[in-house]
């Protein structure tokens, strides 16, 4: 029988995260205690307790439909938001399968973007992550069960450093129950991909907003993030109404 003096991986992974986020420096991301960034729309805000989405919280977002496996949508979605933040963002992957240009069509552009390749360690280089206030925020690619308590943990962790934390769930079933089960995350959506309307249109989604606590939930169908990561609300809804749209306390 050997023993070997080898730290392991995740010991590695979260050493190595370090040691870059270390030499990005301290960066003004311009954080107040309970600043928010809006998603620009107000139909959509106005449903958010904080006028959007909150800083220094956990949000969880996730596709629908045949996205639920790959969360393209989800993913520029998240993109869109973080890409009206200044600072640096974690991006943490379970596997190198992301596309970093399609992360820039949506304003977020790869010299903000620390990646870390973490396997099985998603959730701990997370955490490892917002623990350093340099960061705009963290964003981890999760498959699989979260238990509340793993969940909490990424709360906590996020109200303490005041940076944003977004997990971004997969999963082979788009009903699997998994993405339903009781989180601490402040948020959770569901971005579903919609037929385009032809021609130079941009990509439509009906987001979903399924959890809020101390809003509301609903759902909206939006024009996808343009190139400075904003949304439209789809024009079926642009005279200011949402008639049709479910929306209910949370």
Do not use: Y
């Not at 301290?26 to 006028?51: C, F, H, K, N, Y």
């Not at 969880?60 to 979605?77: I, K, M, V």
């Not at 238990?147 to 079933?173: F, N």
């Not at 008639?243 to 209910?248: E, I, N, P």
């Amino acid at each position: 029988m050997f023993s070997s003096s080898h730290p392991p991986a995740n010991t590695l992974v979260l050493r190595d995260l370090r040691d870059r986020i270390a030499r990005i420096g301290r960066s003004d991301t311009g954080r107040e205690p309970g600043r928010s960034v809006g998603l620009g729309v107000p139909a959509i805000d106005q449903a958010l307790p904080a006028g959007g989405l909150a800083l220094g919280a956990l949000h969880e977002a996730a596709g629908a439909g045949p996205d639920t496996e790959q969360a393209a949508a989800a993913t520029l979605f998240v993109a869109g938001i973080l890409a009206r933040l200044s600072g640096p963002v974690l991006w943490v992957v379970q596997q190198a399968d992301l596309f970093a240009p399609g992360l820039a069509a949506v304003g977020l552009h790869p010299q903000r973007l620390v990646f870390a390749e973490a396997g099985k360690n998603v959730l701990p280089v997370m955490e490892e992550g917002l623990r350093h206030t340099t960061l705009a925020s963290v964003v981890g690619e999760f498959s699989g069960r979260l238990s509340l308590i793993a969940s909490r943990r990424l709360q906590l962790a996020a109200e303490q450093g005041g940076v944003m934390a977004v997990l971004l769930r997969r999963s082979h079933v788009f009903d699997d129950p998994a993405l339903n089960e009781p989180s601490s995350a402040m948020t959770r959506w569901r971005v579903g991909v919609l037929p385009s309307t032809g021609g130079l249109a941009r990509a439509r989604w009906r987001l979903d907003l399924t959890r809020c606590r101390g809003g509301e939930t609903g759902s909206w169908i939006v024009e996808a993030c343009d190139a400075t990561g904003h949304l439209t609300l789809d024009a079926a809804f642009s005279d200011g109404s949402d008639q049709g749209v479910h929306r209910r306390a949370g």
